[in-house]
């Protein structure tokens, strides 16, 4: 079974451009969520989709953050315009639960953004 | 809202001793509780898990953890640490509820074995 996608592995942008991340969740996995973790912290929730509707996404920077989840399959995060504080890796993750997914989930290895 | 406290951002033990990390976490309602590894440049993995039932939860390559409900701890250990555990360990709690129900992660913990 192929695991959770996610491109570009590493992305190094100057403060004020535009970045975005790409995942391709577990095949027939419902649930889907973005994470930053940045250096020396644990990941912090940003959105969480089921199918392609949001859950939650009340700690996604929304002024400059977006995220989508066309055909309740693959989903992209982006950045625009990007600040220092934004470098971090971006992790994707999907659970195959709708509802409480008991915490299970399976992550990608994550896209490291740097910003310069 | 929950949350969890991972005590110590590094730990260091010699490669064959005894491996502690620390978790304490804090949740009004009965918790999951989880432990997960990063290696290098990869994403996390599912090293173990609390649900119901037994409080002494096995895991992958050797660790295990206990649930103690009246220390609101979920300590990671594993008897002989071997190079290869190098890594950071998370401490993470999922309950019930509404809104998000992903994961809240603690800070991490850094292990470094010592030849």
């Known amino acids: ?116 | 809202a929950q949350s969890v406290t991972q005590l110590g951002s590094h730990v260091s033990v010699s490669e064959g001793a005894l491996v502690l990390l620390r978790c304490n976490y804090s949740s009004s309602v009965p918790p999951y509780l989880f432990w997960y590894v990063q290696y290098p440049n990869q994403g996390l993995q599912l090293l173990l898990k609390y649900t119901t039932g037994a409080t002494l939860v096995k895991g992958i390559n050797g660790f295990e953890a206990e649930f103690k409900k009246s220390e609101t701890s979920f300590h990671l250990t594993k008897p002989s640490a071997h190079m290869s555990d190098a890594a950071e360990y998370f401490c993470a709690v999922s309950v019930r509820g509404g809104g998000a129900d992903g994961l809240t992660f603690g800070k991490g913990t850094h292990l470094i074995i010592q030849p």
Do not use: M
């Open chain 1, 1 to 116: 079974e192929a695991g959770v996608a996610q491109s570009p592995r590493y992305k190094i942008i100057e403060k004020r451009q535009s970045v975005a991340f790409w995942c391709n969740p577990i095949s027939g996995h419902a649930t889907l969520y973005w994470y930053q973790q940045i250096l020396g912290q644990g990941p912090k929730l940003l959105i969480q989709f089921q199918n392609n509707g949001v859950v939650d996404d009340s700690q996604l920077p929304k002024d400059r953050f977006s995220a989508e989840r066309l055909k309740g399959v693959d989903s992209t995060l982006k950045i625009q315009p990007a600040k220092l504080e934004d470098s971090a890796v971006y992790l994707c993750a999907s659970s195959p639960r709708t509802g409480w997914s008991t915490g299970e989930l399976f992550f990608g290895e994550g896209s490291r953004l740097t910003v310069l």
